[in-house]
């Protein structure tokens, strides 16, 4: 269900470095949504590594980063890959919001993925166990297209533009799908 007439898209990046490629890859698709829609970067940096015994008394970063989560329509994730799979902040913040007694903010809602790396394959092999576990959290994916973004240095500058048509291209088209997905959601 979306919440009001101003659609709200939470990002989460899967890196926390200062110049990360990945969250400037989110800030340019969040740019590329409609006019009307309301993006936020969740920060996910001050989260405790998860520990069932901590949710006898939730932690202020938890339950904030689960009001968010509640108060989305749907996600956008752009992740590096960590040893050909994803960071472990990414996973802990998702492990986190996938629990019952934050109401599972995640399940059912549409989600859109992409990934850059400085070598060859773009997150290729991060993306499929990503997408693995979105489908565990029962969120609902958006499949196409992949946006595998190699040698990333190339394709962002300095300020943190991208400035890479092809990934402008691919960028646009998954947001394009990530909003239908969001309509059919409603
Ligand atoms: C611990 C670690 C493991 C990495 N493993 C991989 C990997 O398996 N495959 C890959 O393509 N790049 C790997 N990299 C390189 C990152 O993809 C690259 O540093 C990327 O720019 C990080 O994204 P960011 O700019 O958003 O921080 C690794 C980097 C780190 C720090």
Not at 170 to 182: A, H, P, R, S, T
Request: charged fraction near 20%; proline fraction near 5%; include cysteine.
């Amino acid at each position: 269900m979306m919440g009001s007439n101003q659609p709200h898209v939470v990002g989460f990046c899967g890196s926390l470095r200062n110049k990360s490629y990945n969250r400037s890859l989110l800030l340019h698709a969040a740019s590329q949504l409609p006019e009307n829609y309301r993006f936020t970067l969740a920060d996910i940096s001050g989260l405790p590594l998860y520990n069932e015994d901590l949710e006898r008394d939730l932690p202020q970063s938890v339950r904030d980063l689960a009001e968010l989560a509640k108060s989305a329509d749907a996600f956008l994730i752009s992740t590096p890959e960590y040893n050909f799979s994803i960071p472990g902040v990414l996973k802990n913040a998702l492990d986190w919001l996938s629990r019952k007694n934050v109401d599972t903010p995640l399940a059912l809602k549409p989600v859109a993925v992409m990934g850059a790396t400085q070598g060859m394959f773009g997150t290729s092999q991060a993306q499929v166990h990503l997408r693995e576990l979105l489908y565990a959290l029962n969120m609902s994916l958006v499949r196409r297209p992949l946006v595998l973004v190699g040698q990333v240095q190339e394709k962002i500058n300095a300020d943190g533009q991208v400035t890479d048509e092809m990934t402008k291209q691919f960028i646009g088209q998954l947001i394009d799908n990530l909003v239908k997905e969001m309509e059919q959601n409603k």
